[in-house]
């Protein structure tokens, strides 16, 4: 998802009492939100009665805002399904881009809450997260970041408290299952606070704005400024705050972005066959990229290093293929930035047909220039030549275009 401009703004958030919708909305009118024209644009929802109160809040020597839902007396329409959020979002005068960001933050809210549940996305029944205020602050909270007309998010570890909750599926311990689900592959730490100190709206607004809006945290950034959110509830040790930063990272080029996960691991007792099948399996379900190099390992015995690059939420899919294919007791695992070149396809005609041609391109040059292997396979197959001899005819078609 991207927006028609790119700013080169990032937001970072650092918790220190955790992460909910009032309190990552309440850090980004901190940034500077005007709750009142945020209030008109959440108008064209048409959910209900409801004001955005923002006040000044100090705890611990610190001052911060703290930002209230105030629902009118006729709204009592608490409950809803995931299709009727979707269709008041969709329905609204609201941006595309807001529109996009805040339905996928609601689905992937869905699935966690189906997967806990062992039922469908569809038919989960919204009950905390259906009420009026919960709404406000998922699509207030994608608003805002257009407003600030942020890029990227970057998203540090969360705390997270011990004890129960109580919700309408009854007691639950905390942290609450559907957090849990959200907060996977996401670094946490462990507090001594009996309390629910990120919900599965804060969980399900920072994990997708980092996925969707991946950070450019590769190259260096100025600090333009920062605001404080406070929660409502009161914790024991620390104070109820979430640090909103706004950033401007220094001049970007053409070049994509992103974090990845690399998983490797030793092989020596595996034969090279299941090495080669595993190898076509880890791609086939989405693997960026998997390679081995030979290695020498303990008491001089040959080995494979089996290194596997691949998206984040693809983490526990590929860990289970390795182990389930291979004999590895053990897999490392890292994170990584990549740097892509922006790359298009376009189309070559040689002597024995059409090669699609994968186009790299840096700082508005065309610098890489690929044929397509399979059609390069397919086209030598069809004519009884060598794949070389396609290949290099497709290079040369290249520089005639």
Sequence with gaps: MKKNNTTGLVVRFDSVGGASGDLILSSLCALGINPSELSKKLGSLHAGNFKLQVKTNTDHGFAGKQLTVKIGHSHHHHHRHLEDILSMIKKSKLSPWVKDLSTKVFYRLAVAEAKVHSTTPNKIHFHEVGALDSIVDIVGSCAALEMLGVDSVIAGPLPLGHGTVECAHGILPLPAPAVVELLKNHPVVQIDEPFETVTPTGAALLTTWKEILPSHSSGSQTILRTGLGYGHHKFNNRPNTLRATLLKSAGTDEAHHDECLVLECNLDDIIPEIIGSLTQKLMDHGALDVFTLPIQMKKQRPGTL????????????????????????GIREHLVQRTILERRYTEVKTPYGKIRIKVGTWKGRDITFSPEHSDCVKCAEKHGVAVKTVYEKAIKAIGRK
Excluded: A, N, S
């Excluded at 089996?306 to 007791?329: A, G, N, Q, S, W």
């Design 306 to 329: 089996l290194t596997v690059l691949c998206k984040v939420p693809d983490r526990d899919r590929m860990i289970e293929m390795i182990f389930t294919e291979t004999t590895t007791f």
